[in-house]
């Protein structure tokens, strides 16, 4: 089974211009999040995937691969899409450009998923990390996830769900936007419309389920830190000191 990782990179952000190329202990928010989807040694290829003459450089230029994109597309899986149509692999990985402390346990949980699924129920697998702290609950920067019993996905919100009428029920995971998917189970994705769901929330995720894509989610113990704002980099830097890669 050939698994590969793609990194989608824009440059422009609505809410923080740039942040791929901001500075994070001495090397760019994208080239830390290469590197430490590289250095986990799970994937028989990584790639930045970008429409950016400045990422691609960026990548290229310290040793990295990259794909240049030949469309203008709406979202990270589509560009993924476009880059993988012709190659032969099995399981595409899509970690975020922005999301710097990807680590090997788990992306390791979330590639064993696929290799136990031996009726290939799962077309998506993806990470989340239970919540405790109610600000963050309640940050709809951060995009919450529940599951059946068997940790597929019901459904993804910004907001807190599910809502507490009884509190000593609610239990509160936060999505970590890395999806490992099969390669038909992406290039259906791409061609199946926007969904009203979708459109409300701004979470492409709520197409898979729409369209009876089954997505399997995994519980990890990661740190979660997604760079969406400048406060957000100060925070990756503070944290950043305590990892080791």
Do not use: W
Not at 38 to 61: G, Q
Not at 179 to 205: G, H, I, Q, V
């Amino acid at each position: 089974m050939k698994m590969i990782a793609m990194i989608p990179a824009r440059f422009e952000a609505s809410r923080f211009p740039g942040k791929l190329m901001k500075d994070l202990a001495g090397k760019t928010v994208i080239l830390r999040t290469y590197e430490a989807t590289k250095n986990a040694n799970l994937f028989d290829e990584v790639y930045v995937v970008t429409d950016s003459d400045v990422i691609f450089d960026e990548i290229i230029s310290n040793g990295g691969k990259a794909i240049k994109s030949k469309k203008e597309h709406e979202s990270g899986s589509d560009r993924i899409a476009e880059a993988i149509e012709n190659m032969d692999v099995d399981i595409v990985v899509n970690v975020q450009g922005d999301e710097p402390f990807t680590q090997k346990e788990s992306l390791s949980k979330l590639l064993e998923v696929f290799k136990i699924d031996q009726k290939k129920e799962i077309d998506i697998a993806s990470l989340m990390i239970k919540m405790d702290d109610k600000a963050e609950i309640n940050n709809p920067n951060n995009v919450k996830v529940v599951t059946d019993e068997r940790n597929f996905a019901l459904y993804f919100s910004r907001s807190a769900i599910p809502y507490p009428r009884d509190e000593s029920f609610a239990d509160y995971y936060k999505h970590i936007g890395i999806y490992a998917f099969r390669k038909d189970a992406l290039l259906k994705f791409t061609k199946l419309p926007m969904n009203r769901l979708e459109a409300s929330e701004k979470l492409e995720n709520l197409r898979f389920l729409a369209h009876g894509l089954k997505v399997k989610m995994v519980e990890t113990d990661q740190i979660a830190i997604g760079i969406d704002t400048p406060e957000d980099l100060e925070k990756a830097k503070a944290i950043y000191k305590n990892i080791q890669y």
